[in-house]
Each structure stands twice: as C-alpha cells, then as structure tokens.
C-alpha cells in the first residue's frame, strides 16, 4: 500500500462563465465539485496506475463531509481524521470568452492539538502497512515541523518517504532525512535562498545537494533533475507541453511513489514521473490524465546521465539576489 | 405556526478579498458561509420577530446537509424533503479596494415527480397546522405551476397564502387565488406587461389590481404600495434606506405574515413590514436586521390612506412600450 497524507484536502468548486461581470450576478453554465488538494490528486494518479493506495488526513463540517462523499468509489481507501474545523474550499472562476481564470483559495482549518494526536495514531497504524509514504501540499494550522515529525516516524518504522511541500514546512521537514524531496524551481530556490536559472542545471543541481540527499526538482514543461548521493539524471519530455503546472507536479510525484514501490532504476522511474507530469499538465482536471498520453509521453522522455555527482556547493557562488 | 417554504434554498458562500486579481490566485481574508435563500431570509426574520415558523422544502447532496446543519439552533423548524440532486450554492466575492460585489448563482437541481410528491405530502401535513403560508423565491427544476397547486391545496386548507417570486411561477400562482401577492416593481411590470413608473402610483395600483385581489408592491426604497378590495394604502419609510434589496424584500414579506397572523390591521401591517424592509437594507445579510433599528423606523413610517378602491383597470391606457 502507497500511504498518501494529505493534511490540507479541498472541496474544489468550478464555476464556468461565458464572460463574468465582476460588478454583477453570474450564472455559471457549468459547475464542477471535486475532492481536490494536492495529495488527493497525487492518490488519484497514483489509484490510475493501479496502485493500492490509502489517504490519510484530516477532514472537518460539511465539506469535509462532502469532500469523503466524492471521495467514495475511487478505490482509495481514506483514513480522514475528524476534526471540529472545516475543510477548506478553493473556488475557480472560468472565463471563458477572455480565457481567464481566477481562483480564490480559503484558508485551512485550524488543528487542535487532540486532533492532531488522533490523526498521528492513524498515521503510525497505517505507516505501518505502507511500502512509502508520501507527503503532500501545505500544512493547515499547524506546526511547521509536523512533516519533520512524520517523516521521522516513517524512517523509524523503515518506511520511505517522498516530500512535496514548500516553505518552512520544506526546509524542516528536508532536516529530517525523507527518502527523496520534491520541490519545484520556486519551491528550491525559496528553501535555500538562491535564485534560480532553470536553464543553469548545475546550479540547480548545487540548490538540490544542499537541500537534501536525494532531490527531484520539477522543471516545468523542461522536466525533472534528479540529484542522488551516487549519479545525477535529467529527465525532458520529448514535446514541451503546457497546462496544469500544480497537476503535472502532483502526477510527477505519483510516478515517482509508484517507481520506488515497483523497483524501477532511476531512468526508469523519472521516464514514469515525466511521462505522467506531461499527460496530467494536458488533462482538464489536476488528478487526471490519458492512459493514451501517457504512453506516448512515455516512449518520448529523454533521460541523460548527469554522471557520478552533482558538483559540491562550494563550486557555485550564491546569487548575489538572494544574499 | 408560519409556514414558509423554500423550494430553492442555497448555500450562501461569500469571500472578501482587498483587490481581486480576476486572472490570478486570490487569499480571501474573510470566509463566511450561510443558509440562504429567499424563503430562509424571510423564516430568519419571523424566528426574530418571535414568530414559530416551519420552514419546507427541498434539500440534497452536501450542500443540502450543509445548509440543514446551518440552520439547526436557529429555532426554525426544518421540513427538508430529501432530493438526489444537490442543493446550489451562490458565490460571492467582495472585492473591498474596489467596492464591487460579483455574484456566482448556480442552477437549482433537478427535482424527480417523485420526490416533489413526497415533498406535497410533508406540505400538506404542515398546512393542516399552520396559520399562514409563504410561498417565496424561484421554483428549481419543477414545473411553473407549482405554487398555484401550493396555493390551491393552502386554500382547500383554509389557509391563506402569501406569494413572493417572479416571471410565469407568479402569474399562475397569482391565477390560483393566494390570499395576498407580493411583487416588486420589476416583476409586477413584467406579469402584467405593463411598462411602471414608481413615481406614477396610480399606474401601479392599475397593474396590481390585474395581477389578483390583494397585492403589495415592493417600491424599492421608496416603500410599499398595498392594493386590497376595500381600500388601498402607501407606506413610506421615515427616510430613503440604500443597500441590500432582496434581504429588504423578504424582510416586508415576513413582516407582511406576522402582521396576517397577528391580526394587525393594514396599516399596522404595512408599517411593520417597512420598517423591518428598511432595518433590514441596512444590516450585513440577508434574513438579518438590528432590532433598533427596526424600532427606529417603526416610528417613522407614513402611512397615506388611498382611498377606498385602486382606479378601474380600465382607466388607464397600458404603456405603448409594453404593448
């Protein structure tokens, strides 16, 4: 089982407009509810390429409720953690003849401590059946070592863990020593204060070194590098494909969850990860994407040997920028 | 007991954001939700006039328990017939730096014959023990006879039935006899196709006498005009109230039914309902109002006796605009 935690799940609500009028009142012609956040998209990829998964998180009031509604007959197994807090919403306005979109984000719920306890039992039960752990998207209220912690618990019980978060909850939860850290180019770059050319691997590749052991840093339509104690590797798409950036990066996890269950070697595990990335930014949906696609992508995505290591940061001058 | 019903009630979501950025990600800095609706404003108003009331109608899917566990300790009595589609939301969003408001209305769902008649046997049950019926706000996927088949099981009952909404529901409601009928100028004009001036009363009285015996009309912030067999009267507010309309409406509307109920002559009734449509103007929400207000302009309400009948409708040539 693929142990997904996902401590800050939405009710993503969509409306479509032909063309809003921001002083007035609007009547979607289309309206889309899902569970969303970015582990729930990471379970769902993850539950496509046929793998056994579990979510685990906290969810609270009505849409917390309808959030495990929408979540039944997925085949993910939830683990939600009642709290007396509720689930977040993120609602998106569509327009469609200025082809804008607009999104407005709630803010997570608060967390009390008790609950946090109850959900952390939970997670040790079910740390325990799980081959990884995946960590995935921002904290609610509550403490920014909370991942630190989990990620301790998971090497405790030999358990690896992937994570994908940004901010403080990155650089503590990075300290902690998961099995492999997920950050984007922003993500890296804020986590250890350089700037960033994402044309300039090697610098990108001194940022990954200093975060953490084994990095994978999502590129964007480029791809992902990975920077491992042993070799480093970058993985491009064999076609530069836009779209759902938050989607592409949630399924790169997903296939790089999947990869380590499965065994695969590095190349072939970022083929897996770039491959879902470039048919996930494509789908209309983050948590989505074409078997067909992907099977395309995946017989396109050039892997090239970046040799024994990534050079020492002691190579590299920080960026004036960010000192 | 005050029976209301609310065939389309809504959860009422609203965001306050400083400036909105209509193709960008926006952090609402207020989240406030709410069961909403025309017929839930107006029960909220009666529960705090100290009215019993019972409030009918339709409700599904999360949104529908949402807005259920929303109004429970309200004091109102829910008779929420259950239905398998899911009860819409409104979105608001309040961009406070530019001071506009733009408002997301989602379609009401598809009501099965089904599932309308078990909502009928629930109603009938309730009108057999009510004083009063208010029939308020627009009719989802259901047919635009419904309120006249409302109205005529009301008056089976012996019951009298107030009428509130808008386009064909209105005038085959308005056909089906209810005790009384309470348009807005714009609604008014459009069931009678007749082009109103609010300044011109007795053009106004004319319409109002076509659409059925008893008919209050909604001016605005310029009161209420009441047109009953008997006499009819003019009631202005002490001074002119800007703000919200619809939560003024429902707030006449259920002053409108106390009064009924409690027995109040009209021009008591039409001074209530003002004075509770000006509060309520004023206040934050809909179906909300600060008692002193209302205190404060129960005192100032004038209230102009119009003599003993509204003119012929034959007096009056219609509008060419409208013919």
Known sequence: VILVVCLNPAL?????????????????HRVHVRAGGKGVNVARTLRALGAEVRLAGLAGGGTGAELAQRLNGSGITLTLTPI?????????????????TALFNEPGPAVSPGEYAGFLVSYQKAVAEAAVVVLSGS????????????????????????????????????????????????????ATGRSLDPMAID????AARELGETVV??????????????????????????????????????????GLVNGLDWPARLRQAVALGAAAAAA????????????????????????????????????????
């Open 12 to 28: 993503d609500i969509t409306h479509n407009v032909e063309q809003a009028d921001w002083a007035g009142v609007n009547r979607p």
């Open 84 to 100: 007396s807090g509720e689930t977040r919403r993120t609602f998106t306005v569509v327009d469609e003849s200025r082809g804008q």
């Open 139 to 190: 904290l609610p209220g509550l403490s920014a070592d909370s991942y630190a912690e989990l990620i301790s618990l998971a090497n405790s019980a030999g358990v690896p863990a992937i994570l994908d978060t940004s901010g403080a909850a990155l650089r503590l939860g990075a300290a902690a020593g998961p099995a492999m850290i997920k950050p984007n180019l922003a993500e890296l770059s804020e």
């Open 203 to 206: 610098q990108v590749a001194v």
């Open 217 to 258: 840093v999502s590129l964007g339509p480029a791809g992902l590098l990975a920077v491992t104690p042993d070799r480093s590797w970058l993985a491009r798409p064999g076609e530069v494909v836009r779209g759902n950036a938050t989607g592409a990066g949630d399924a790169a996890v997903a296939g790089l969850a999947a």
């Open 284 to 323: 209309p949906a983050a948590g989505e994407f074409s078997p067909l696609d992907y099977q395309v992508h995946l017989t396109r995505v050039a892997v090239e040997d970046l040799g024994g290591s990534a050079p020492d940061v002691a190579e590299l001058p920080r960026s004036s920028g960010s000192l």
